[in-house]
Structures are given as structure tokens and as C-alpha cells.
């Protein structure tokens, strides 16, 4: 199928042409931000997986090179992480330069799924297999997704510690290594979730809180039953590490990351400067995934996303705490405003790739209505509801017919605050939705399919509200 192309994300990643899924091995290399992906160099649908390349310096300008790790006629090359490998640990640098190692699941025609080595010796750049892989085989069918780093805490010397899935048994696995090369068991994480979902793509990072170190466990969690309405979504967990076990925090639960329909397998950047938690996500639901009507590409990362944790407001009735996610976002944006008078709907044309920033005073259950529209199309309509004090994201199905049956959606967030004014920020980047609010404690991703005019956005409700388009004029 060939059609017109798609317009295309300016501060996203997305591939020139061709099938895009999970940000693989992100990393961190002398100023350049390398992210890998599941690729496939043959077509724009799931198959051949490889791991794509591109690189930036900004995390919002992308350069794609080559395919960094191509299938094989015998395996295809899953998703996972890569290192810096400081001191050469493994061994397989060439003595002059730190090697950088990539961890991947080589999902092999047997249909097994082991860890396996990539190493670059031109700091990520080029690659080559490494001839005595895999490195880590349990025999299973379901092992995948290993999200390696470096773990100084603790009494012992610096190991590397690897979190993977089992992905039907729900288990994280952790394992630790002197070398990259030899693993170790130590122990598994495996608190049930409400939902009967296939486990993918952990990551274990540490943040600051209170001036102590605190662990969070990420997990992507999937359902390839139909009657599950959500399909893929990205869950946190709160806890400890101890260099060998992730222990819960007290009555800690699974929680949900995005509260939209198009954020998955999201992990973050090793080696990012000043220690900075730097994620991306796969901006797509592997329900529809394969539908998804853009050309000649199909797939795209998330803005990326600095998380941070936060004491719950205690106004909004949360003791708890908040994982934060704060956007990077370009630099020199320019703002304009828009006349929004209370009763009187106003329109703006932001075009292919904009923000939207609103400020809304919902005192006394007011609401203001943002329709995101293409054409004359309503694509999506978020409504910040006064009485609830929710954000509510309505998506029907595009042009009738839509992409798939679970496409349209509804979804809801909490819009935090002192029960009045609203803040809320969403950035609309072609097919890309992302909003933000709560200070970057409640956020959901979504897909809507805007033409090549870009976005025509309408503005109504009862309340008054501040509204500002930021763009940059690099379209
Ligand atoms: C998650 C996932 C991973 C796997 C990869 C294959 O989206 O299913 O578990 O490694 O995609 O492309």
C-alpha cells in the first residue's frame, strides 16, 4: 500500500520509512545521544527485527544511520540495553577506547530467547556480535528484554546488574555480572499484578527523594485479549534495592505510568549527564499497532521524558508520592496567545507541530473543551472538567471507520491542584498527543491522525482560561 505521506513528528523520533517498536539501548556517548529501536529494515510492518539507529544531541533532532545490529537468518534481535563499558570490564574493548556493549535477546529459530553481547569499539557507532554468545540461556521461549547498568552501592566492588522478564510467568529476574560476560542469579520480583497482561521491557533505576535514594521498578505490561480494553500500558513500582533484591515499599502497588492508550516499553538512557533519568517510550498500543495509518513509516518515540520523584500534593489527598515525568522540550519556542473569552469559542491554527499551554480557572465545576481537530474533523477532545476535577480525553474513531475496534477510547486523569486553576500543557507533533499535568505527575500519550494541514484546535467552555500556542519555526 502506498498513499500519500503522513505528516511527519518534528520532535519525535521516528524512522524515515519502514516498522519502528521499543527504543532499545539508549545511551549516553561523548555529548551523543544514541537511541536503537526495533526495526524492521524489510517493510512497515513487526518482522526481521533489528536494532535501528539514530542519533541526536538535543534528544529532539534525530539522525538515523544504519542498522546497528541486523537479523540473521537464525535470529532476530529483540529489544534491550546498551553500556559504556568504563574499564573495559568485559574485555572486549581493544585497550585503547572504553567499549560500548549492547545486551540484547536474540530470539533464535528454535524459538528460544537468550541474552546475547553486541560490542562497539568506535563508541557506538559500529557494531559486531560477540562469537560467544548467548551469554545468558535458561532455555526459555519467554526470556527477554534485558536492561543492564552499573551498581556501585552496597559494601562489595561495582557489578553490572540485569533486569529481564519472564513475560507469562510475571517475573522480573535480576542477575548480576563482574563482565557483562557471566551472569549470576540472584533473585526475582514478581508482585501480581489485577490483570491477567504478558510482562515486557523492565528497567530499575534509582531517584533521589528527601535527600535518600529511592528504586523504582518500570514494566510494560501488555494483553492480547480482545476483551482487554487497554491492550499495552506502562506501570511503576516503588521500592528498594540492595544490589540483589528489589523490595517493595510498604503497601506499595503497581501503578499505572501514562494514563493514555499510546505509551509503551519506555526505558531510560545509561550514562546520561549529571545523572539524569532520561526515558523514551514507543508511542503506539500493540493492539493496533500494525494499523496504524502512517507512511512510509510506521512507529515513533515519545518526547523524552526527565522522571523525578515527588511528595504527593497533600491538598489533592494523596499522601503518597508522585513519579514526576517532565518533558524536554525545544528550546526558543515562541508564544502566541489565544483569544479565549468565557462562552465564545475560539480557534487556532497551530499547524503540524505545536504546544498548547492552558491555564484554566474551573472554580465552581466549570469545564473548557479543547477540540483537537484536522480539517473539520474532530480527531480528540480533552475537556478539563471543574466538577470532577478531571482531565477527560475523548478519541472516536477517525473518519468513520476508524483503525481498529479498540481504537476509540476514552480516558481520564486527575488534574491536581488547589481544586481551581488548571495547568496543563499538550503537545501536539503531527499524529503525536501527549498532555501533561500536575506538574508532570499525571500524563497520557495518544495517536491521533492529523492530515497534512496539521492542527486546527477549538476552544470552549464556560470557564476562562489562558491559552498559548508555543511553536519554532523550523517547519
Ligand atoms: C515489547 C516487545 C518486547 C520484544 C520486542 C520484539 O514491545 O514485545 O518484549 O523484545 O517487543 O519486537
Redesign the pocket.
Given at each position: 500500500r502506498i498513499g500519500p505521506p503522513s505528516p511527519r513528528p518534528v520532535w519525535h523520533l521516528t524512522p524515515e520509512r519502514n516498522w519502528m517498536?521499543?527504543p532499545n539501548g539508549l545511551v549516553h556517548v561523548d555529548g551523543v545521544f544514541h537511541a536503537f529501536f526495533?526495526y524492521n529494515p524489510g517493510g512497515a510492518g513487526?518482522g526481521n527485527?533489528s536494532w535501528g539507529h539514530a542519533v541526536s544531541e538535543d534528544l529532539l533532532t534525530w539522525r538515523e544511520l544504519d542498522v546497528a545490529i541486523p537479523f540473521t537468518d537464525n535470529e532476530q534481535v529483540?529489544?534491550?540495553s546498551a553500556v559504556i563499558d568504563h574499564g573495559n570490564t568485559s574485555g572486549l574493548g581493544d585497550g585503547v577506547t572504553d567499549p560500548v556493549v549492547a545486551i540484547y535477546?536474540a530470539?533464535t529459530t528454535d524459538r528460544l530467547q537468550a541474552q546475547a553481547l553486541a560490542v562497539s569499539r568506535d563508541r557506538g557507532m559500529t557494531w559486531e556480535r560477540y562469537a560467544g554468545n548467548p551469554v545468558l540461556d535458561r532455555g526459555s521461549r519467554e526470556f527477554?528484554?534485558p536492561k543492564v547498568f552499573r551498581y556501585s552501592g552496597g559494601d562489595g566492588p561495582a557489578r553490572w546488574i540485569m533486569v529481564a522478564?519472564e513475560?507469562v510467568a510475571h517475573e522480573v529476574l535480576i542477575y548480576s555480572s563482574e563482565n557483562l560476560r557471566d551472569w549470576t542469579w540472584e533473585s526475582k520480583f514478581d508482585v501480581p499484578m489485577p490483570l491477567d497482561e504478558?510482562w515486557?521491557?523492565p528497567d530499575l533505576i534509582s531517584l533521589p527523594l528527601d535527600g535518600e535514594e529511592r528504586w523504582v521498578m518500570l514494566l510494560?505490561t501488555?494483553s492480547h485479549d480482545p476483551a482487554n480494553t487497554q491492550g499495552?500500558r506502562m506501570r511503576w513500582f516503588l521500592g528498594d534495592f540492595d544490589g540483589h533484591r528489589f523490595v517493595p515499599a510498604p503497601g506499595e502497588q503497581w501503578r499505572l505510568l501514562d494514563l493514555g492508550r499510546d505509551f509503551?516499553?519506555g526505558v531510560t538512557f545509561a550514562d546520561a549527564p549529571d545523572g539524569r533519568r532520561l526515558m523514551l517510550g514507543?508511542m503506539s498500543n500493540?493492539q493496533y499497532a500494525r494499523e496504524v495509518p502512517t507512511e512510509p513509516f510506521r512507529g515513533a518515540m515519545s518526547l523524552p521524558r526527565e522522571l523525578s520523584l515527588r511528595r504527593a500534593d497533600a491538598r489533592a489527598g494523596s499522601g503518597g508520592i508522585d513519579l514526576v515525568q517532565t518533558p524536554v522540550v525545544p528550546e526558543g519556542l515562541e508564544w502566541r496567545p489565544v483569544d479565549v473569552a468565557a462562552h465564545e469559542p475560539a480557534e487556532v491554527e497551530v499547524g503540524v507541530t505545536g504546544v498548547l499551554s492552558v491555564e484554566a480557572d474551573l472554580a465552581g465545576g466549570r469545564t473548557l473543551a479543547l477540540e483537537l481537530c484536522s480539517g473539520d474533523e474532530v480527531l480528540a477532545t480533552v475537556t478539563l472538567d471543574g466538577a470532577s476535577r478531571e482531565l477527560v480525553f475523548d478519541r472516536p474513531a477517525p473518519g468513520g471507520e476508524g483503525v481498529h475496534e479498540t481504537f476509540p477510547s476514552v480516558r481520564r486523569m486527575p488534574l491536581g491542584g488547589d481544586g481551581r486553576l488548571a495547568s496543563v500543557q499538550i503537545f501536539l507533533d503531527a499524529h503525536l498527543v501527549e498532555i501533561f499535568a500536575c506538574d508532570g505527575a499525571a500524563v497520557m500519550s495518544h495517536q491521533a491522525f492529523v492530515g497534512a494541514d496539521g492542527w486546527r484546535v477549538r476552544v470552549a467552555g464556560d470557564a476562562s482560561a489562558q491559552v498559548m500556542v508555543g511553536a519554532t519555526d523550523t517547519e
Open positions: 517498536n521499543d526495533q513487526w527485527m529483540y529489544s534491550g535477546t530470539a527477554r528484554d522478564v513475560a504478558l515486557e521491557c510494560s501488555h499495552s509503551y516499553a514507543w500493540w
